[in-house]
């Protein structure tokens, strides 16, 4: 059974930074896309970073050039490197992936979800 696991989430002040990680385990063949959405509330979820499996990447236009998102896959791993917050980057952030697992079945999973607070 495959497993995400999210961590790095936390509280920071606006213009901080802050590093998500979200690990795979289980019996896996490969990992397809992955990807980073964030829910703020009383909003809908929303797509924040893919990392396709040649390793490009897409961005929404409110992290451009202040969120990185890379990928280790011989831990199965992707990060979402955080810098110069602000408030509205508040939101719990979750990560997906699509896994190609024993008996050669392809599924989606999700991690738990991390709490991210930008506040002063």
């Known amino acids: 059974q495959v497993q995400l696991v999210e961590s790095g989430g936390g509280l920071v002040q606006p213009g901080g930074s802050l590093r998500l990680s979200c690990a795979a385990s289980g019996v896996i063949f490969s990992i397809d896309d992955m990807k980073w959405y964030r829910q703020a509330p009383g909003k809908q979820r929303e797509l924040v970073a893919v990392?396709?499996?040649?390793?490009?990447?897409i961005y929404v236009d409110s992290v451009k050039g202040r969120f990185t998102i890379s990928r280790d896959n011989a831990k199965s791993t992707v990060y979402l490197q955080m810098n110069s917050l602000k408030p509205d980057d508040t939101a719990v952030y979750s990560c997906?992936?699509?896994?190609?697992?024993?008996?050669?079945?392809?599924?989606?999973?999700w991690g738990q979800g991390t709490q991210v607070t930008v506040t002063s």
């Open positions: 990392i396709t499996s040649r390793n490009s990447t």
């Open positions: 997906f992936m699509m896994v190609l697992s024993p008996p050669w079945a392809r599924g989606a999973y």
